[in-house]
């Protein structure tokens, strides 16, 4: 069976130092990952996502990046932190091709202090 | 912008009851989505509906499709108060390189 990894679950970090999460999938092969952020009480926003090795999509400007390194690896990534990064992280496989629903890791509550 | 919009935002019902909750898009789809939130977690996929399909059951859930009106309904029959929790509709629009769009959510609190 497939599982999903996240890590860490929960995060302080001050304004203007690095973060790097990171997302593990195991048990199936080439999956589509995708990175989202969801503030208190809303909808989650798509941030990035990936169909392959080294192929990253972006979907909302900012000072986030993501990377990934091998084919079950996504991580998630900034140089320097806002305040308005605090949020729900949420990282998130699927089969690649046809009709599939996404499956959720349990997610990373980030706080930038 | 949100593909999916729920309505209601909240909805509150005693254990036994039925709750029920609309899902609206504005898009062509593929198929569309229902997902459930526990507080503090990540979604659990709950039902996926094609887009040439007008209704599926699982178990107490029947979601129903109707892309002449881009809208979809979950209803949770015979609820309990594990169902408390949050639900999301996605919208996995044509063109969008199989992106899900989210809702902002459904909170539901089923009252023992």
């Known amino acids: 069976s497939q599982t999903i990894h996240q890590w860490p679950a929960t995060l302080v970090q001050p304004v203007g130092s690095p973060l790097s999460l990171e997302c593990t999938v195991e048990g199936t092969s080439n999956p589509n990952l995708y990175w989202y952020r969801q503030a208190a009480g809303r909808g989650l926003q798509l941030l990035f996502y990936s169909v392959g090795i080294g192929q990253i999509s972006s979907e909302v400007p900012q000072n986030l990046s993501a990377s990934r390194p091998q084919d079950r690896q996504f991580i998630l990534s900034s140089k320097k932190l806002l305040l308005s990064d605090s949020g729900f992280y949420l990282c998130?496989?699927?089969?690649?091709?046809?009709?599939?629903?996404?499956?959720f890791g349990d997610g990373t509550r980030l706080s930038i202090l | 912008s949100q593909q999916g919009e729920e309505d209601p935002q909240a909805l509150s019902i005693q254990e036994g009851e039925n709750a029920t909750m609309n899902c609206s898009y504005k898009?062509?789809?593929?198929?569309l989505q229902w997902y459930r939130q526990n507080s503090g977690r990540g979604l659990v996929h709950l039902i996926l509906?094609?887009?040439?399909?007008r209704e599926k059951h699982s178990g107490r859930l029947r979601v129903t499709l109707d892309t002449s009106k881009k809208s979809s309904s979950l209803l949770i029959t015979a609820s309990r108060a594990a169902d408390t929790a949050s639900y999301f509709c996605a919208t996995d629009a044509i063109g969008s390189a199989r992106q899900l769009t989210f809702g902002s959510g459904t909170q539901l609190t089923v009252l023992p």
């Open positions: 509906i094609r887009s040439n399909e």
């Open positions: 898009t062509s789809i593929n198929n």
């Open positions: 998130a496989w699927r089969r690649a091709l046809g009709n599939q629903p996404q499956h």
